[in-house]
């Protein structure tokens, strides 16, 4: 009897659990600035990016931020089709990583361009503490959110009995 290697037994693309999350993380962290450069600079006129200074700075703020979230979101795709394409991606550890980056934006947003810096406020001319409770709540429940799938998503893994990885 020859020995023969049956073909259901060779080992398969290998699944990129972090890096799944990580892509995934940029991809919703660029989302998550697109909807607040789009919605609320331009559709409502809010505010802009930096609002200490004239209009026109504002403006310009505003446009580096969206080369910004568009380069990510670039970047971000090109990385995720590659994932695809290698058939490397961890569907459950990409979602974690889309709503993890998501809250990540919108909580830093709030807490550091709001508060810390300063950078602006999300509306002027009103008690923007009930708009800041919801802002950084929303990006916390997102956080959490991620947080959950990531923690669900690595116990699969592990107890598949697959590496960590």
Known sequence: ??????????????????????????????VTA??????????????HFYDRATSRAG?????????????????GFFLYADLRRRRALA????????????GA???????VDHKLLRLHQIRYGVDVTPYDVAWNLAGLLLLLAGTGLAVRA?????GDGERPG
């Open 34 to 47: 697109a909807v607040d450069e789009i919605v609320f600079h331009q559709i409502l006129g809010w505010h």
């Open 105 to 111: 934006f919108q909580l830093f947003d709030g807490v």
């Open 1 to 30: 009897m020859t020995a023969s290697v049956r073909q259901d037994t060779a080992p398969g693309p290998r699944v990129e659990a972090r890096r799944s999350m990580a892509v995934c993380a940029l991809i919703g962290a660029a």
């Open 59 to 75: 403006l310009l703020s505003d446009g580096l931020l969206h080369t910004a979230e568009v380069l990510a979101l670039c970047a």
């Open 91 to 102: 569907v459950p550890h990409a979602w974690a990583g889309l709503l993890l980056g998501m």
């Open 154 to 158: 690595a116990r699969r893994r592990h």
